[in-house]
């Protein structure tokens, strides 16, 4: 079945840019699928990010939008998440995500990787 | 934006008792809201989706209701690897948002 994989840098120094890929296994990014990115500041809720489309339509958390960009690779199978201007307000576990068939709940989670915003 | 707020903040109960979580909504979302199951240190688990629909695999104690602006999970008889935390989500205009969370804990 498939499986998402988080990857990128653990560190982020304050006002650069936080870069994180999802590499999506057992099935295609092509698919009929919405993928997204989900964040969770430490003890605190979860905020949605923003998603992509495997033709490269998007679309953003309006209090995020103008800081993130989020892009497609479909011949590597993966899609990849740009936070710009980081605070330490960007300190969160970062996750992948699908949109399921119906369109309105994300139905596979990838494992989360925390990122921290620190100089 | 759409607001979710969920209630209790928390709840107390026993293995064996039912659970009834409520989730409302700032303005109709019409059936589409999800909710999720999390535990420490792990991501997200999808129980139900469109309001009423158990997610692959989610054990028939789970139940969804409701429509428009008020929601209800209702967990029938807990299990003790029920206890965690549980979070509501809406999609409207191109855009998602999640309630603030309900813990499920032991009595």
């Known amino acids: 079945q498939v499986q998402l994989q988080e990857s990128g840098p653990g560190l982020v120094k304050p006002s650069g840019t936080l870069s994180l890929t999802c590499a999506v296994s057992?099935?295609?990014?092509?698919?009929?699928?919405?993928w997204s990115w989900v964040r969770q500041p430490p003890g605190k809720g979860l905020e949605w990010i923003g998603e992509i489309y495997h033709s490269g339509s998007t679309n953003y958390n309006p209090s995020l939008k103008s800081r993130v960009t989020i892009s497609v690779d479909k011949s590597k199978n993966q899609f990849s998440l740009k936070l710009s201007s980081v605070t330490a307000a960007d300190t969160a576990v970062y996750y992948c995500?699908?949109?399921?068939?119906?369109?309105?709940?994300?139905?596979?989670w990838g494992q989360g990787t925390m990122v921290t915003v620190s100089s | 934006e759409i607001v979710l707020t969920q209630s209790p903040a928390t709840l107390s109960l026993s293995p064996g008792e039912r659970a009834t979580l409520s989730c409302r909504a700032s303005?109709?979302?019409?059936?589409?809201l999800a909710w999720y199951q999390q535990k420490p240190g792990q991501a997200p688990r999808l129980l139900i989706y469109?309001?009423?629909n158990r997610a692959t695999g989610i054990p028939a104690r789970f139940s969804g209701s409701g429509s428009g602006t008020d929601f209800t999970l209702t967990i029938s008889s807990l299990e003790p690897e029920d206890f965690a935390v549980y979070y509501c989500q809406q999609r409207s205009n191109w855009r998602y948002t999640f309630g603030q969370g309900t813990k499920l804990e032991i009595k």
């Open positions: 303005q109709s979302v019409s059936s589409y």
């Open positions: 057992g099935g295609s990014i092509s698919s009929s699928n919405w």
């Open positions: 469109d309001a009423s």
């Open positions: 995500a699908r949109v399921g068939a119906e369109g309105n709940a994300f139905d596979i």
